[in-house]
C-alpha cells in the first residue's frame, strides 16, 4: 500500500474517538486538530499542528491581503499618473505661455470679485429694507398689515441667506481657483523649461 500511495502523499491522523486512520487524504478534521505526512515506507516525515496550519493559514492571509493592497496601491499611483498626463496636457494645449495662464486666471478671480460686489450691494439694500419694514411693523396696529409686513421680512431674510450662501461659496471658489493656479503655474513652467 505505501509504494502505491507514494506518489500522492500518505497521511495519518487520529479521530475523536482516538482511532488511527491512513488515507491518501486529509479529511476536514483532521486537518483542523492535525496529521502526519508519511513517507513511501510509511516513516513520518513530518507532522503538522493546528498552530503550524493555524499559523501557514494567517502567514497567506497576510500574504494575500498584502498582495491586494499593493495592486490598490499601483492602481492609485496609476490614475494619479493619468491625471497628471491629462492635466499636463491641458496646460500645454491651453496656454500659449506663463502670461497667458495668468491673465486667466486674473480674469476668474476679477469676475467672482465682481459677482460677490454685486451680492454684497444686495445684501445690504436688502437688510436696509428689512430695517425699514421692521419699523413700520413695530407702530402698526393693524393686525393683518403686521402679519404682512412679518411675512416680507421672512422672505427678505431668506433671500439675505441665499446671498450670504453664495458670498460664501465665492470665497471658497477663490481659494481653490488660487491653489490651482498656483500648482498649474509651477507645472506649467516646469513643462516649458
Known sequence: MASSTAYSG???WVDESGEVHFSDKVPASATKKGHAELDSRGVTRKVVNPEEIKKAREEKALLLASKIEQQRLEQIQHKEHEKMKRRDNYLLTTYEDE??????FENKINLIIGNSKILKAQRNKLTKKVVKLEKKKSVSTHKATVNSLQTKIIDINAT???YE???QDNEKEMAKLTKNYRADLQRFIELTQ
Do not use: G, T
Request: glycine share 0%; charged share 25%.
Open 10 to 12: 500518505l497521511y495519518r
Open 99 to 104: 502670461n497667458d495662464l495668468i491673465h486667466y
Open 160 to 162: 439675505i441667506k441665499q
Open 165 to 167: 450662501k453664495a458670498l
